[in-house]
């Protein structure tokens, strides 16, 4: 079955120190991969995307993320998070055949501590 | 531009009653999208439209949920009648392509007591 994991519920940095969110998914063939994030009062916005080509993605908000394929993972990462950067991501990922609908992850909640 | 606007933010109702969500898309975006997030759960897909027809509703929970787009621009859904397990918060994406990326609302927080 098709899944998307994010295997931290939750994670707390220190202001100016590095992050990296995990995902791992599972699917027969390489989808498009995206990472989402929710700040408190608002909708998802998009972080990121992948669809081919170069591994590494910028994003915007200074993150980026890296696919790799062996593992099946694309890891969001930034070098360093500031206090703003409080917010829940979501990992998800859509076929490149058929439907074009999202599957999420669980969601990671990030606390940024001063 | 706007983005995807729904309303209303927050919906409170008893059980057995009947709710409606709406959902503005970007305009332009043929593509809408609703999810739905249990408390603790992922994101969940419930229903793609293309313009105003049903592309994919495969994720709809059962036939007490009801989507429409009339005309392809806004579209509702409506929940008849709710149960305690439908409380969540329903979020609702547009697209202009369907694999581009999908722009989403705040959601609407949907309490059934």
């Known amino acids: 079955a098709q899944s998307v994991t994010q295997p931290d519920i939750h994670i707390t940095v220190s202001e100016g120190a590095s992050l990296e969110l995990r995902c791992n998914y599972s699917?027969?063939?390489?989808?498009?991969l995206f990472w989402y994030v929710q700040s408190p009062g608002q909708g998802l916005q998009l972080l990121l995307k992948?669809?081919?080509?170069?591994?590494l993605v910028q994003g915007i908000k200074g993150f980026e993320a890296e696919f790799k394929r062996s593992q099946s993972s694309f890891n969001l990462r930034k070098p360093s998070v500031h206090w703003s950067d409080a917010a829940e991501y979501f990992c998800?990922?859509?076929?490149?055949?058929?439907?074009?609908?999202?599957?999420f992850g669980t969601g990671t909640r990030l606390t940024v501590i001063p | 531009e706007a983005g995807v606007t729904q309303f209303p933010s927050h919906s409170v109702i008893e059980k057995g009653q009947t709710v409606t969500l709406r959902c503005d898309p970007i305009?332009?975006?043929?593509?809408l999208y609703w999810y739905r997030r249990v408390m603790g759960k992922e994101i969940k897909f419930l229903l793609h439209f293309v313009k105003e027809s049903k592309q994919d509703e495969s994720g709809m929970p059962n036939n007490r949920f009801l989507a429409e787009r009339t005309g392809g621009t806004y579209s509702t859904l409506k929940v008849q009648p709710a149960e305690l397990e439908d409380s969540g918060v329903y979020f609702c994406a547009s697209s202009q392509v369907s694999a581009g990326g999908q722009y989403f609302g705040p959601g609407t927080r949907l309490t059934v007591l």
């Open positions: 305009s332009g975006h043929d593509n």
């Open positions: 699917y027969g063939a390489t989808p498009y």
């Open positions: 992948y669809f081919s080509g170069d591994t």
């Open positions: 998800a990922v859509a076929l490149q055949t058929g439907a074009n609908n999202l599957f």
